[in-house]
């Protein structure tokens, strides 16, 4: 749900693709489909600009993302970012950004596909008339306008994103306290994983009210993020906020 022009409210509904309009006295409005890019998949959540466009990315991955042919291992999809326009009529792409990390190996119909250890994704935010996209390989976030343009890229002092051989143990450590109890499947399982180089330099991005930038640290159990690297609205790296719940 999103605030629109004279107290309106504008919901989406990623999997129908469309935007209905309720009025500030709760009358429905319009319900517009969106013109989607074809090979785009359905996001999950349409971000408002200043102007009013709006911008949608992807919120998964499609069959058609996975490579028919190639080495097995890890591959890593490409997505569109998408500019809608404000009625919801016409669609852009702003850009192509690395997107999800997969494992691919061969299967008796084809090819499998899982989502790869330790993946890295394409995250974005957006406030004002700017859309911020990082793609995790290490922590910067570059800033582009609605038409495209890069007009900045935020950098934070290096983190270390190698995937050491203490954490690939405590990352087995997890899986077998989460496990099943079929002991020597789940052995069998842990043997098998194919592990990457390096890790997420963050998991997802926030612009609150005032501008700043919250990058959030990485979490391999997927749990809320503890620290954030935070960025003033000039771009500046202030520190990093720890965050008790």
């Known amino acids: 749900l999103t605030l629109g022009a004279d107290d309106s409210v504008v919901a989406f509904d990623p ?15 319009p319900i517009v489909g969106i013109a989607w890019l074809p090979g785009a998949t ?8 200043a ?16 490579p028919s042919q190639g080495r097995a291992g890890i591959v890593r999809t ?8 404000p009625d919801g009529t016409r669609s852009d792409t702003i850009g192509v950004f690395p997107a999800t990390e997969l494992e691919v190996g061969p299967a008796a119909d084809g090819r499998r596909w899982t989502l790869a250890r330790f993946a890295k994704r394409l995250s974005y935010a957006v406030s004002g008339d700017h859309i911020y996209v990082g793609t995790a390989d290490r922590l910067e ?24 051989p203490e954490m690939a143990a405590e990352f ?18 842990i043997a098998a994983l194919i592990l990457p180089a390096t890790v997420p330099a963050y998991s997802s991005l926030l612009v609150d009210a005032t501008g700043h930038l919250w990058v959030a640290e990485y979490r391999y159990d997927l ?5 954030y690297a935070v960025f003033d609205p000039d771009a500046l790296h202030i520190g990093f906020a720890k965050i008790t719940r």
């Open 15 to 29: 999997g129908e693709r469309r935007f209905t309009w309720f009025a500030g006295d709760g009358a429905l409005g």
């Open 141 to 164: 976030v570059d800033v582009y306008t609605a038409d495209g343009k890069r007009v900045r890229s935020i950098r934070a002092p290096d983190v270390d994103v190698t995937l050491t």
């Open 172 to 189: 087995r450590s997890f899986l077998r306290a989460r496990g099943s109890r079929d002991t020597a499947a789940l052995e069998r399982t």
């Open 78 to 85: 490409t997505a569109p970012l998408m500019l809608v326009s």
């Open 51 to 66: 102007p009013g466009s709006w911008v949608a990315g992807q919120s998964g991955v499609a069959a058609s993302d996975v």
């Open 223 to 227: 749990g809320p993020a503890r620290r």
């Open 42 to 49: 359905s996001s999950r959540t349409a971000d408002r600009l």
